[in-house]
């Protein structure tokens, strides 16, 4: 099971993942696509795609945990939340090296960091090297949480906004 998660469709890879989708996973994986963005509800059905057109946190972050892998093609972007709730949830997660993702994930470690110019096929091979290789999925995931809790953690965030005020 794949989750996208992201209001902005377009510029978070929409198009992308959608061709991505239909060519190369729609027949082993299922794809749930979370988004407030109204142009999900013009995606044509398939029987392995779920559209969910929001949904409040709690049971986002419920969702998370019955996923294997988080993906987000992103054009452009500054560090959504959703990527860090995708680690804190130990979920691998394979995006596109745009923007702030690099400070979080880290190829071979939990998921993998795409290169900007990467094709479809190229996300195909690196999200079915992740399913085909059980030891590898739990080190990734292992390592999310780990991630997660070292890098994204309140305690975190808070010792860096002290040292930033030089409090």
């Known amino acids: 099971k794949l989750i996208f998660v992201g209001n902005n469709f377009q510029r978070k890879g929409g198009?992308?993942?959608?061709?991505?989708?239909?060519?190369?996973?729609?027949?082993?994986?299922?794809?749930?696509?979370?988004?407030?963005?109204?142009?999900?509800?013009?995606?044509?059905?398939?029987?392995?795609?779920?559209?969910?057109?929001?949904?409040?946190r709690e049971e986002l972050l419920?969702?998370?945990?019955?996923?294997?892998?988080?993906?987000?093609?992103?054009l452009r972007d500054d560090g959504g939340s959703a990527v860090c709730e995708a680690l804190g949830a130990g979920l691998p997660v394979v995006v596109r090296d745009a923007g702030a993702q690099g400070d979080w994930v880290k190829s071979?470690?939990?998921?993998?960091?795409?290169?900007?110019?990467?094709?479809?096929?190229?996300?195909?091979?690196?999200?079915?090297?992740?399913?085909?290789?059980?030891?590898?999925?739990?080190?990734?995931?292992?390592n999310s949480i780990l991630t997660a809790e070292k890098l994204l953690s309140k305690d975190i965030f808070i010792k860096k906004i002290l040292k930033s005020l030089s409090i």
Do not use: C
């Open 62 to 74: 419920n969702l998370y945990r019955e996923m294997d892998i988080f993906i987000l093609p992103t």
């Open 108 to 142: 071979n470690e939990n998921g993998m960091l795409m290169p900007y110019e990467s094709t479809e096929k190229d996300w195909s091979n690196a999200i079915n090297s992740l399913i085909k290789t059980p030891e590898q999925y739990a080190s990734y995931s292992e």
């Open 15 to 56: 198009d992308f993942l959608l061709k991505l989708f239909n060519d190369y996973l729609s027949v082993n994986f299922q794809l749930f696509i979370i988004s407030k963005d109204p142009t999900v509800l013009d995606i044509p059905d398939h029987p392995n795609l779920t559209i969910i057109p929001g949904i409040p």
